[in-house]
Every structure is written in C-alpha cells, then in structure tokens.
C-alpha cells in the first residue's frame, strides 16, 4: 500500500496551477496553498495563511479557508481542478479571519463544518469586530462575508474517514489561540497545525503563551514526515521548527517578564522585549510589538 501511493507520488506534478492560486502537492492526496508574509492591518487581501484540501476515496476535506469570500472561491475551483468528488468537510483549525472568511464558498456544497468546540463561541464572540474590520482587511474581496461555526465541534480527538484514508483530529487548551485544532493524515503522515506552528513569519499569541509552549512539547511526539504549519512552507523537520517557535516564545516570556521585575512601563516592554529574535522572522517589528503588549498586563499579575 504504502509502496503504490509513493509510486504515486513520483507521478504527480509538483505543482497544480489553479488561477491565481497556486497549488503544492506535499503528499498523495495533499494538496496546499500558500499564502503571503503580509501583515492583517494593511489591505492583505486575505491571502496570508496556509489552506488546502485532502482527497480520499470517498470525497475531500478541506483545511482552512483562508480570509475572504474570494479566496475561498479561488480554493473551491483548485479543488474542482483535482478532483470532482463531494467537498465532505471543511476543517477550521481556529478562529482568525484569515483562516475562516473563506468558508462561505463552499455552502452549497453542504460538507460538515469541523472546529475545535471553543471555535463556535469565539466566532460569535468577535463577530462584529472582525465583519466590521473585514472591508478594511480585504476590501471588496470581502464582500458577502459570514462566520460560519462547526457542525461538528470536536471536544477532544476524533476522527474523520474520507475513504482509503483517516484524519486525526485534536483539539487543544488555549495556546495560539483557545480554539486550536491540528489534523492529522495517517495514511502520509502529514500533520496540519494551522498557527501552533509558524515558520518564517514571527508567531502571533491571542491565547496563553504559557499553555502554547506546554502544547508545543506534545507536537514534539508527533511522528510526521510532512508538517503544514499555519504560516511558512512545508517542512520534514517538525522537531526543529518547533525548537525555533519555542525559542521565540520562551524569550518573549523571559524578557517581559524580567521588564516587569525591573519596573520598566509597558512602553518600554513593547519596545525591548524579544530584541535578539529580531533577525530571525518575518515581520518581526509589528507582530513582536502586539504580542509584547498582550502578554504584558497578563504577566503583571502572575
């Protein structure tokens, strides 16, 4: 079995041209988009996160949708240029705009929707704020915007069959954010963990910093050949991309923390914390500065 999908592999084209999306094949069946290093607040045109699609015998999942109506439009046809099976589910791995707005297109097809049982109550929690900051975010690509929750909200684990091969599903204690889901194909082994993990691009906390390093050491015992991060390409490496997430995140806690210690303003924390990870990630100067003024006033009452 594993031998023919390898096999497989070696026939199919490395990369899928779907206008203008373009498509990775990282796997048999495992199909990937990329999206740019561009920051939310500036016109990004929802296109910054990782989404794309498996297929199995039976239909597809899709995972992530990306961060507007048009996006998710732009998905839907790379998967009609891969297959016509029935779009069985849509898989959120949480609840950022950037990674959920694109649900929309694929309501007609009636998949199941899947999140992390949080993710309902987030969506309805940051409703207005996100269709209110949506036009700013991506303009009229954000047309006919909508949060759609999960159909199927998944607690723990669980798992999902597409036919000829399993997903693994796992939802997760608050970490990037308090409705992170990783899937998890066992069939090529290929974990997707949507923003658990970045590569490239400086991580982003909206959830507890201190539980996203608890959860990055049960990453570490995931034994995948293939890992699709949130934001970054592909990797082999799973353990030492998670090294370089965690060395951030563990110098951004020391030195807010020590900043505290020392009677240093907020202010001053924004401005100096994390200074020698400066080199090592993409967009660093605005994304260092929001996670240093979230963490701050929650580590002035540890």
């Known amino acids: 079995m ?17 206008d203008p999306l373009s498509i990775e094949v990282v796997a048999p069946g495992i199909y990937v988009h990329h999206g740019k290093h561009l920051d939310i607040n500036t016109d990004y045109g929802g296109d910054i996160c990782n989404i794309g699609f498996i297929v199995g015998n039976r239909g597809v999942a899709v995972i992530d949708t990306g961060g ?6 732009e998905l839907h046809d790379a998967i009609r240029k891969v297959t016509k099976l029935p779009i069985l589910y849509v898989i959120n791995t949480h609840v ?17 929707f899947v999140g992390h049982a949080n993710l309902a109550g987030m969506m309805v929690q940051r409703h207005d704020v996100y269709l209110r900051n949506q036009v700013g975010w991506t303009g ?42 990783t899937v998890f194909d066992e069939t090529t082994r290929t974990l997707w963990t949507g923003d658990l993990l970045f590569i490239e691009r400086t991580p982003s906390v909206d959830g507890d910093l201190k539980g996203w390093l608890q959860v990055i050491e ?13 934001h970054g390409p592909v990797t082999a490496d799973l353990q030492g991309a998670l090294d ?16 505290i210690k ?14 020698s990870e400066k080199d090592s990630w993409v967009l660093f100067d605005v994304v260092n500065r929001r996670n240093a003024a979230n963490l701050y006033p929650l580590l002035e009452w540890e």
């Open 2 to 18: 594993l031998k023919s999908w390898l096999m497989s592999l070696l026939l199919l084209p490395a990369i899928v041209c779907a």
């Open 218 to 230: 049960q990453l570490h015992n995931i034994k995948a050949l293939h890992t699709v991060p949130g």
């Open 68 to 73: 507007s109506p048009k996006i998710g439009r």
């Open 262 to 275: 020392q009677g240093k303003s907020m202010e001053q924390a924004i401005g100096s914390a994390a200074q």
């Open 140 to 181: 009229a690509d954000g047309a006919g915007s909508e949060l759609i929750p999960p159909t199927i909200p998944v607690v723990a684990a669980t798992s999902i069959d597409l036919g000829g091969r399993s997903l693994q599903l796992t939802a997760y204690p608050p970490a990037h954010s308090t409705s992170d889901l």
């Open 244 to 259: 370089n997430e965690r060395r951030y995140l563990t110098v951004l806690l020391t030195d807010v923390r020590a900043d």
């Open 96 to 112: 950022h705009p950037d990674h959920v707005f694109g649900n929309v297109a694929f309501k007609a097809d009636h998949p199941a």
